[in-house]
């Protein structure tokens, strides 16, 4: 009984946290961080960035592989393009929630 409250109260908990990011303008919520693209995926809708530290989601420098919130996102960007963009985590898949290039 105990435990199937739990488990309630953390989905609860997850419905609303969820609902709070789509809700809320992403430069409010997230750090500005700068990368570069190394490669854009627009089947996929994925971009891989070379990025700064991200302190909102706990990440040291690195290159990785993001989500992009609108695929059009990526309709402006370029292999090698210095960007600066904001990052969370959407429905547990790490996304790129804005993105702009800063040449
Ligand atoms: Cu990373």
Known sequence: MKFSRILAAAII????????????PSSASAPVVEG??????KE???????????????MDGMSMVFRVKEPKML???K????????????NGVFTVTSIQVAN
């Not at 996929?44 to 706990?58: A, D, E, F, S, Y």
């Not at 292999?79 to 959407?90: I, L, M, N, P, Y």
């Open 13 to 24: 908990a997850t419905t609303l946290g969820a609902h709070a990011q789509s809700s809320t």
């Open 36 to 41: 570069e693209v190394r490669r854009v995926d």
């Open 44 to 58: 996929q809708g994925k971009v891989t960035l070379r990025h700064g530290p991200i302190p909102n989601l706990g």
């Open 75 to 77: 309709d402006s960007l």
């Open 79 to 90: 292999d090698g393009d210095k960007v600066k963009f904001t990052a969370d985590k959407v």
